[in-house]
């Protein structure tokens, strides 16, 4: 018996349709892609999100969205010192400004509400705070909008069950 897809870039229109039909839950992974030295080549912000989210939705059902995996900084040479200090001469972070983060999330906010989701779950997987930036966003949104669309937004600390 194979497992139902999940990941939404891998289903074909009918089958999207479909599995919004059996559970109106989209989940959506954040976090960013930095270098992190000699003993870990990239940052797993955004592996953790994204792993979390999968198996939400295989546990749950729903579908989740490809995940999201930039920095967000005013500038891409926030590591340089430390960057240097191993012999790297150039910063290694593709970064894009908060604002411009932050309105892509609402336009995919805005776009899963328009497709008849019912519920999306927003992870992070990145510390201090994007996890509240993301909270506020989508308290931003509902207030602004009105809609019914239940929005969640955690970092993937609190999707931990540490009891049993």
Known sequence: MTE????????FPDELLAAIRER????????????HGAYNALGLDWLKA?????????T?????????AWHIQE?????????ARVGVTQPLCSSIPTDLFLRMVLYQIRAIDARGFHAAILVT????????????LCEYYTLRTGSPLKLHAIADWEA?????
């Open 24 to 35: 109106r839950v989209c989940y959506m992974a954040y976090g960013l892609a930095e270098p």
């Open 160 to 164: 931990i069950c540490l009891e049993g």
């Open 125 to 136: 997987g990145h510390y201090g705070g994007l996890e509240r930036y993301i909270r506020l």
């Open 50 to 58: 994204y792993e979390l989210v999968l198996r939400a939705a295989r």
């Open 4 to 11: 139902p897809k999940v990941k939404w870039e891998e289903m």
């Open 75 to 83: 500038r891409p040479e926030f590591h340089d010192e430390w960057l």
């Open 60 to 68: 749950h059902g729903g579908v989740v969205a490809p995940p999201f």
